[in-house]
Structures are given as structure tokens and as C-alpha cells.
């Protein structure tokens, strides 16, 4: 089994930053794509950022230039530095990673994290 905890959230004013953190533990033998994703109330749930094993970056337009995604492939990690946060920004933001269990039979599942609230207001 894989388990995906996130921390880092919390409140900030607007024009602030949070650094959101995600670690995945369990049977694991490597991992590819890790992301980030959001759910504000009433919507649905939204890429924000993904960056696979070879360091390749994908941003949602709404974040390009203000959060930047990062990994640490030995420690099954990845991080979220979201600077110049918005009220819009505001939401759970969940973890996502395809992972090669370390287990027989040997697969790739996706998994998620439990969210984290990032609430941006004055």
C-alpha cells in the first residue's frame, strides 16, 4: 500500500507565499508523474502543476510564473512554492503520483493525497 501526505497549508493574506509538501510512503519501487491539484467549493478538480522523473514541468495558466513545482525523486517528495497568492488560489489541494509498487505484481497506480486548505484572505 502507498500513502501521500501533504502539509504546508494554511492561511495567508493576499500577495503572500506557502510552501506545500507532499511525501509518499509504502511500497515503492520508483515513481514517474507526481502533481498538484485543486478543488475550490463548488468546482471540480483542477490540475495546477505536474512534473514527471525527468524534471519536465507542467503549469495550469492561472499559476505560470507564481508557483513553481519541485521534487525529490530519493525521497519520494514533491513541493509545491506558490508565491504572489491570490483570493482565487484559495482551495484543498491534493497530491497526486503514479508509483511503481515494489510489490508483486509489480504496477503503476495513481494515488492521492488527503488535501491540504490553502485559504488566501485579508
Do not use: H
Not at 491539484?37 to 468546482?43: E, F, H, L, N
Amino acid at each position: 500500500q502507498v500513502q501521500l501526505v501533504e502539509s504546508g497549508g494554511g492561511l495567508v493574506q493576499p500577495g503572500g507565499s506557502l510552501r506545500l509538501s507532499c511525501a509518499a510512503s509504502g511500497s515503492i519501487a520508483s515513481s514517474d508523474t507526481m502533481g498538484w491539484y485543486r478543488q475550490a467549493p463548488g468546482a471540480q478538480r483542477e490540475l495546477v502543476a505536474t512534473i514527471t522523473s525527468g524534471d519536465n514541468r507542467n503549469y495550469a495558466d492561472s499559476v505560470k510564473g507564481r508557483f513553481t513545482i519541485s521534487r525529490d525523486s530519493a525521497k519520494n517528495s514533491v513541493y509545491l512554492q506558490m508565491d504572489s497568492l491570490k483570493p482565487e488560489d484559495t482551495a484543498v489541494y491534493f497530491c497526486n503520483a503514479l508509483v511503481l509498487s515494489s510489490r508483486l505484481p509489480r504496477r503503476w497506480s495513481a494515488y492521492w493525497g488527503q488535501g491540504t486548505q490553502v485559504t488566501v484572505s485579508s
